[in-house]
């Protein structure tokens, strides 16, 4: 699995790596620690056509549902069984096992246009209160 320095980012804080012709995509570590315990991800539905920045799938939390999007355009390829089965799992490993769904088709042209790592820090450093 990546490095936080080889994903991208957007603002609501799910993650994104090209594995191949694949987009891998999951939630950051500073939002799975935002969110706390999660007891539920209801995943996107395998072959659905997707747009950048449109909601995809549910995480749950003891504190509230999130929405998260999909930082690229693409179809659903792939989502992660692992996470389906025990969605603490994110919380425990969101740049590694957590990831929730595969991409494929993915634009290159938009993950380029995403926040780096050093960017989403900065970014995350405004956020604070």
Same mark, same amino acid.
């Given at each position: 699995?990546?490095?936080? &320095? $080889?994903?991208?980012?957007?603002?609501? %804080? &799910?993650?994104?790596? !090209?594995?191949?012709? &694949?987009?891998?995509?999951?939630?950051?570590?500073?939002?799975?620690? $935002?969110?706390?315990?999660?007891?539920?991800?209801?995943?996107?539905?395998?072959?659905?056509? +997707? #747009?950048?920045?449109?909601?995809?799938?549910? +995480?749950?939390? +003891?504190?509230?549902?999130?929405?998260?999007? #999909?930082?690229?355009?693409? $179809?659903?390829?792939?989502?992660?069984?692992?996470?389906?089965?025990?969605? #603490?799992?994110?919380?425990?490993?969101? !740049?590694?096992?957590?990831? !929730?769904?595969?991409?494929?088709?993915?634009?290159?042209? $938009?993950?380029?246009?995403?926040?780096?790592?050093?960017?989403?820090? &900065?970014?995350?450093?405004?956020?604070? %209160?």
């Amino acid at each position: 699995m990546p490095k936080n &320095e $080889e994903c991208r980012y957007l603002k609501s %804080h &799910e993650w994104s790596y !090209l594995d191949g012709a &694949e987009a891998v995509v999951g939630i950051s570590d500073h939002a799975q620690k $935002e969110i706390t315990d999660i007891v539920f991800v209801e995943m996107p539905k395998v072959g659905k056509q +997707v #747009s950048a920045g449109q909601a995809v799938a549910t +995480v749950e939390s +003891v504190k509230a549902a999130f929405d998260i999007y #999909s930082p690229l355009s693409g $179809e659903i390829c792939a989502v992660n069984p692992e996470v389906s089965k025990d969605p #603490s799992i994110v919380n425990k490993e969101p !740049l590694d096992r957590g990831w !929730l769904f595969r991409l494929k088709s993915a634009r290159k042209e $938009e993950f380029s246009s995403l926040m780096d790592w050093q960017q989403y820090q &900065e970014f995350i450093k405004t956020q604070k %209160h």
